[in-house]
Each structure stands twice: as C-alpha cells, then as structure tokens.
C-alpha cells in the first residue's frame, strides 16, 4: 500500500524535457542519420537529463556525472542490459562477459578475473612490445606511402589478442576475422535503429545471410582455436577458462561457452585499443608539439630502447595523451541500460521498462567539468577527472574488466612505435566518426608514414 509520503514522492517527479520529433516514430529517424549530433545538440539543448521517444520506446540520456554513477554504480541493479543493442549482441557474442547478466556473468567474470591481475598482465609485456616492433618496422619501411593507420592498428591488436589471451597467431586470420568483426558491427548498430527489430536473422533476406556467413567465419575460426588449445594448453585466459571448474557442480564450460568468451575477447579485447590508438595517431598528426613532448620523454625514460611494464610509471605524457584521446574519441561511445524498475534521476522520472544512455561523448564535452571541452589538452589529466565524468571504460561492478590490459597494451605500443614511425594525415581526406557500437573512424585513416625515428631508436 503506497504511504502519503510515497504519493508526495512521486507527485514530485516530473517528465524530462526532450525533442518532440517525428509524430509517429519521434527522434528515431534523427538517431538514424547522426546520433552523436543528435545526442550532443539535445544535451547543450535540455541539459544533464533529456527524454526521447524512439517509437513507442521511451528513453533518457544522462549527462551528470552523479547521473552516470547512479545507473552505472550505485543503483546498477536496477539498469541491466536488456536492450535491442546487446539482443542484437547476443546473436553475435553468444552469453559472453559482455552479453551476459545475473548469475552466470558473475560466475564468468569470477573465473577470467586472474586472467587480468595486475602481475599477470604484466607477463604479456613483452609480446605486445615485439608485435608493435614488428608493426614499426613493416610501416617504416613504407616511408612516404599511403597506408591505412587504423587497419594497421586492427591487424596489430588483433595480433596481440590472439598470442596474449586465446594463445594463437592469427597472423594468417587477421583480414577475415577483421572484416567480419566490422561488418557485423555495422549490421548489428544499423538493426538497432529500425522501427521492426529482429535480434536474430530470421527471414532469408540478402543482409541476414551475410550476417550468417559473418558469424559462421567467426565461429570456424575459433572453434578451431579451443579445439588446438584443448590439445596443447597455456599460459592464455582461453586456458583458464578451459580448466575452470563450476563451484557447486563441478563442471567445466563445454565448447559453447568457450565459444561466447572467445567470440568476446576477440571483439572488445581488440577492436576498442585498436580505435584508441588511431584517434591518437591522427591527434598526434594535428598536433605536432604533442609529438614532439612525447619524443623527448620517451627519449629521456627509454633512451631509444623499448619499452617494458616497469617503464610505464615514467611515461606520464604517453598515458596522458592516450587519457586525452579516448576522451575526445571514447572508443565505446555510448552505453546502454533498461530500467527494471521506475526511479528518479536529477529531479526528472525514469519510467520502468525504458531505456537510458549514458554517453562518453559526451559527458567528456561536459563544460561544467571540462575546460575548453572540444580543445586537445593532454595535461588537463595531470588532475584526476570528477567521478563520472570520464568513464572510457565504463563504470561499476560491470567496467571493462581488461581495461588494464587494454592500457598496458595501448602504452607500450604508442611508446614503441612513436620512436621509429610517425604519420601525415593524407590531405584531403575526410575523417569523421562512425557512432557505430564503437567509435570508428568512418572513412579509415589514410596516412603517410612520414619522419625520422628519434635518435637512439632501435
């Protein structure tokens, strides 16, 4: 029986303000066209909560960081992941960490955490630092050719993926498992924007059986990984899962399983730092007095050898910039949440069975928590952040549990290759951001590997 006190309270929630949109289908043909527009005009429009209609969706985007704590940390049981985004997901990832909820993905997460302690992180160093030597050295010697920077930064993390954590070379793989990775992230993101939605490939359309080849490359590819590495077992997170047991029942993950964290690990462990580090190659060309305090400290802490993981604590700008860049170019853009049941956030309604966003992009354009938001400032991170304001990795017991590897890795590789190479952004060519599941860069990143290594570099 609802109180009096319950009755005030809930007379005293209001609607969020919002764009009235399309009578019919309201802001979703807008969220077609340019939903990074959309989101960041609303948000300097109607402020730190804006209300949508998507459809007969409703939806709220969430801009303070008290906002994103509330959904992401404080109140996250009452936002999980039922949305059309992560059902489209889920045809692709299986009932990975990414996908999963409840139970089963604290049991997931409580079997792969050792994978990402800090020590044992630090053992995959070297192998990251000899993949973006390698890299180096093929770009290198491309001197003065057009070469596609973000490609190169996809085929290098997949690289370091596959050898680190699914215990492979997938050096013969690395096309076909990029480019299916990019079509199915384009279908899955063009899915979620339409007024009929289907999770799954269910009529024999054109799309949907290029959707299923996509997903049947994937799958021979690593089903053939958990079967090799269940002949020959390693250091990798692929073998711990493999050897994990159940703690009631005592059984192992069968190949399905397997399969869903494989098919995860391949996307969110590669396809986001690779985003990172091309968003920062470009910034690196646009600002070249960036490039030059990131030489002369990598010359001073390295002395023209490459870097190891006890060298990471010096290279205070490299992480500084790579700070910066994902706060400009937040290689997960936005995140989405369902609200199980009715709550309240900055004074406006949030109904039960709606949908909130909570969206990097934008929150990190925050004025009130950002000075000269859309400017390149590495040293603005010599401060640390307001909580909530900057959340590249997500927040709360469901942040990205391979965001120290991912840092790790996209250190090491920028201090390793900033002293043999550097790019020229090709003139004329467009860059802009492709708002899909990540933060792409729309039209590749055509560049001209360009300069002299720094003095010393080997």
Excluded at 391 to 397: R, T, Y
Aim: glycine fraction near 8%.
């Amino acid at each position: 029986m609802l109180t009096l006190g319950d009755i005030l309270d809930l007379g005293s929630r209001k609607a969020a303000p919002g764009p009235r949109g399309h009578p019919i289908l309201g802001s979703l043909p807008a969220a077609r066209r340019d939903p990074i527009r959309l989101f960041t005009q609303c948000f300097r429009e109607y402020g730190d909560v804006v209300r949508f209609r998507f459809g007969p969706v409703i939806a709220h985007l969430i801009s303070s960081p008290a906002g994103v704590n509330h959904i992401l940390a404080e109140n996250n049981k009452n936002y999980g992941k039922q949305t059309r985004g992560y059902a489209a997901l889920r045809y692709v990832l299986g009932n990975g960490l990414l996908t999963s909820e409840g139970d089963f993905w604290k049991r997931q997460r409580r079997i792969a955490q050792p994978a990402f302690h800090r020590q044992r992180i630090g053992g995959f160093a070297s192998a990251m630092v000899r993949a973006a030597e390698d890299c180096a050295r093929t770009l290198s010697q491309k001197r003065g050719q057009t070469v596609d920077v973000h490609h190169e930064m996809m085929r290098l993390t997949l690289r370091i993926v596959g050898e680190t954590l699914l215990g492979y070379d997938p050096s013969h793989d690395a096309d076909d498992v990029g480019d299916a990775l990019a079509h199915l992230l384009h279908i899955v993101n063009e899915r979620t924007t339409r007024v009929l939605f289907f999770a799954r490939p269910v009529l024999p359309t054109p799309e949907n059986r290029r959707l299923r080849r996509a997903v049947s490359a994937l799958d021979r590819i690593v089903l053939r990984i958990i079967a090799e590495r269940r002949q020959t077992r390693g250091d990798d997170l692929l073998s711990m899962l493999m050897e994990a047991r159940d703690a009631d029942t005592g059984e192992a993950m069968d190949d399905r399983q397997l399969r869903d964290e494989a098919m995860t690990i391949f996307l969110a462990g590669h396809e986001t730092t690779a985003n990172a580090l091309a968003w920062t190659w470009l910034l690196l060309s646009r600002y070249p007095a960036a490039l030059r305090e990131l030489r002369e400290e990598l010359s001073q802490v390295l002395g023209g050898r490459s870097p190891t993981a006890d060298d990471l604590p010096r290279l205070k700008f490299t992480r500084m910039l790579l700070e910066e860049s994902m706060r400009l170019y937040p290689p997960a853009w936005i995140i989405a949440r369902s609200a199980s049941g009715a709550d309240e956030i900055g004074g406006y309604s949030i109904p039960a069975g709606s949908i909130v966003f909570v969206a990097p992009y934008v929150v990190h354009r925050h004025p009130k928590y950002w000075s000269d938001p859309e400017g390149f400032d590495p040293h603005r991170f010599e401060k640390e952040p307001p909580r909530g304001a900057y959340f590249p990795f997500g927040g709360g017991p469901r942040q990205c549990i391979g965001n120290g590897f991912a840092m790790m890795e996209a250190q090491l590789v920028l201090a390793t290759m900033a002293q043999r190479v550097k790019f020229e952004l090709v003139p004329g060519h467009p860059v802009e951001p492709e708002p899909s599941i990540t933060l792409r860069p729309k039209f590749g990143l055509l560049m001209q590997s360009a300069g002299s290594p720094v003095a010393g570099a080997r």
